[in-house]
């Protein structure tokens, strides 16, 4: 739909539009939505919003505690309403968007199940446990639902459950890669190796060619790793030279298949983001000492270099993919 | 030319919309995450500038006159820049001059108001305003409507009717989203306002979380709680009713006929239940705006401002847990109710026929 939306906007900005047909023209593209577009679009949106809030409702329900609601009614409540959920994804099984949400209740309502276990039972289990369990118990679900949502929130929990292990031990992992900067690791390798995973099978199942989830993902691989070289520009003695280096190979390697396998625009601006900061950071470590003002000017300059020169460049790569 | 403009051509030359041959490429609009982008480095420079002004001409901070004029001159430069034939490295320059500048006059408003934070805030509001007005770019139209909204909640907060922000800021960027073709000319301005203030409102939503006791904090001290918190239930309320009433109009549905009658109702009734749980209502204006205009960046900030909400809305202080799981589950068994009455109503295929 942006496509059209886009072109007419192109035609309108170039006059060849008179002002009094473009209502007609939208509506002719179906840039507007016609009344079964929005049949559709307002039961998905109450659906969603409605399954959603009961689910919220839940949890805020328990997390407040209640006293004077015994333990068996607050477990059978829980329990009971991730059972509906559940026979409701079953009987609605014609129905996609409906399952679809009912699963989605579900494995929210799966985690107030286990916070409400933890809450009740003083189980002593660290935070990143429930997480963990969490993810691993709604694991089927995510697999049975085949939707990317399902997947992502699994991905969060996981880097819920990784970044609180870490917390809690300060570092299992550090006798490989030292105290603060091995949660960061951790994370970009996991969320790298599900951002790899996701590409290499959306081919086989066309459900999870989402760009948004990919876009996500490919976010949560970013940042960790532009974090790290930060840390390293910032801390030379914690980090050392590795973070950079895994850095350029990511940073190429995300260049190579954006602009020349697979064309999106969205991860060329990521690795263009990611250098700029870099850079900028790297610089500012080394030229902004004793707060000189013409330090200030050059990275000021430079800054304006880099970001014109990177817009310049998508624009670039944008206009010669559309032809 | 590529083919897909070539069919969209042909489309509307087969509806009688346009003659001839198709025009050459124009200068097509980047997307949003190149804006982003642009928005971002902008921002970054201005903070180089600011520096640079601080450590080579350190007496500006101590007078608010002659910040005020620095402000005006990079502002101005930067109103030059802007007004060049588009060049990236130009655009950039011009943006960061006119964020630095904004910097150094803001501070000046805040020096010249003495200690009236409704005055500060009234002219940084008006001030961003007339940015939006002039200034000739994108991406500062958006960052000046964003602040100007700020500005404006904060002197409400100031003034102690907080509660009032959101159902303005939802006023003003329905009025531009559904208003976004009606001035072809304007077109970009107002597409840039719309962005602006939705980006406000998830803002305000997002900080649901420190509800009203932050933010009129001397009027509690004295009077221990707001008075008519639920007028801007109220308004939100009425603008969403408005937001439907012109959609109705849009698709050209009579105001007494059954369809229109209904769809007002449910609005009403959905707006009722979630007067406490107004991120709902908002949240539901945006995702509607973008659908109805086809434009995924709003629909997907209208789920953002959806998610920041219910994030927020568990941290607010102001009402208990109990309470919001109550509010929750009326609104959600409503929308059911509601969903469930809309495929009696108008069965799925018997769908409205378009205007």
Request: charged residues 10%; hydrophobic residues 60%; positive net charge.
């Amino acid at each position: 739909m942006n496509t059209l939306r886009r072109q007419l906007i192109d035609f309108i900005d170039q006059g060849v539009i008179p002002k009094e047909k473009i209502d007609v023209a939208l509506a002719a593209l179906k840039v507007t939505p016609d009344g079964k577009s929005w049949r559709t679009f307002v039961d998905h949106l109450l659906l969603w919003l409605g399954g959603l809030a009961l689910a919220f409702a839940v949890m805020f329900f328990i997390a407040y505690n209640w006293a004077a609601l015994g333990r068996f009614a607050k477990f059978g409540m829980v329990e009971l309403f991730i059972v509906l959920a559940i026979t409701a994804y079953c009987k609605l099984a014609e129905n996609a968007i409906a399952s679809k949400v009912s699963l989605f209740v579900a494995t929210i309502s799966l985690g107030v199940l286990l916070a409400l276990y933890g809450q009740t039972y003083q189980t002593g289990a660290d935070p990143w446990q429930l997480f963990f369990n969490w993810a691993l118990l709604m694991l089927p679900w995510a697999v049975i639902g085949r939707f990317p949502a399902m997947w992502i929130v699994w991905i969060a929990l996981m880097n819920a459950s990784i970044i609180l292990y870490f917390m809690t031990f300060r570092g299992i992992f550090g006798f490989v890669f030292g105290s603060e900067s091995g949660m960061l690791w951790i994370v970009f390798l996991f969320n790298t190796f599900a951002f790899v995973a996701w590409q290499v099978l959306e081919k086989a199942w066309g459900w999870l060619a989402e760009s948004w989830a990919m876009r996500l993902l490919a976010v949560s691989s970013g940042v960790p790793i532009t974090w790290l070289v930060l840390l390293s520009i910032f801390d030379y003695r914690e980090v050392g030279t590795f973070p950079g280096l895994i850095w350029v190979v990511w940073l190429v390697a995300m260049g190579y298949i954006y602009r020349k396998v697979k064309r999106d625009l969205f991860m060329l601006a990521g690795c263009c983001l990611s250098t700029i900061t870099v850079t900028v950071s790297f610089f500012g470590r080394h030229i902004l000492h004793n707060g000189e003002a013409g330090a200030f000017l050059i990275l000021a300059f430079m800054v304006v270099g880099m970001g014109g020169g990177a817009a310049l460049w998508l624009k670039k790569v944008h206009q010669e993919w559309q032809l | 030319m590529n083919d897909q403009t070539k069919e969209i051509w042909e489309l509307l030359q087969a509806s009688g919309i346009v003659l001839g041959e198709p025009p050459g490429r124009g200068d097509s609009s980047p997307p949003w995450f190149v804006k982003a982008l642009l928005a971002f480095s902008g921002w970054l420079a201005a903070i180089f500038i600011l520096g640079f002004i601080v450590a080579a001409f350190a007496p500006v901070f101590k007078n608010s006159g002659v910040a005020s004029v620095i402000g005006v001159i990079l502002i101005a430069g930067a109103f030059v820049l802007l007004r060049m034939p588009a060049n990236a490295f130009v655009e950039h320059l011009g943006l960061a001059a006119s964020l630095a500048g904004q910097v150094l006059l803001v501070y000046a408003i805040f020096d010249f108001a003495d200690h009236n934070e409704i005055t500060a805030w009234l002219l940084m509001a008006i001030f961003q305003a007339v940015l939006v007005w002039f200034m000739p770019n994108f991406v500062h139209c958006v960052v000046s409507a964003l602040v100007a909204a700020i500005a404006v909640s904060m002197a409400l907060n100031e003034m102690e009717i907080p509660y009032l922000a959101a159902g303005i800021v939802l006023f003003g960027a329905s009025y531009c989203w559904l208003n976004e073709f009606r001035y072809p000319q304007q077109m970009e301005k107002i597409r840039a306002m719309g962005y602006g203030l939705v980006l406000a409102l998830v803002a305000l939503k997002g900080m649901t979380r420190f509800g009203y006791s932050a933010f009129a904090p001397r009027f509690l001290q004295h009077h221990g709680s707001l008075p008519h918190p639920w007028v801007g239930g109220i308004i939100i309320g009425a603008v969403t009713v408005y937001v439907v009433w012109r959609l109705l109009q849009y698709y050209g549905q009579p105001m007494l006929g059954r369809l229109s009658i209904t769809t007002l109702l449910a609005t009403l009734l959905v707006c009722a239940v979630s007067m406490n749980v107004q991120g709902i209502a908002v949240g539901m204006v945006i995702v509607c705006l973008g659908f109805w205009s086809a434009n995924r960046v709003l629909l997907g900030l209208g789920m953002v401002s959806l998610l920041f909400y219910i994030s927020s809305y568990y941290y607010l202080l102001d009402t208990t847990l109990l309470d919001k799981s109550l509010s929750l589950l009326v609104v959600g068994l409503i929308l059911f109710v509601v969903r469930w009455l809309m495929q009696k109503i108008i069965p799925a295929a018997n769908e409205v026929q378009h205007a």
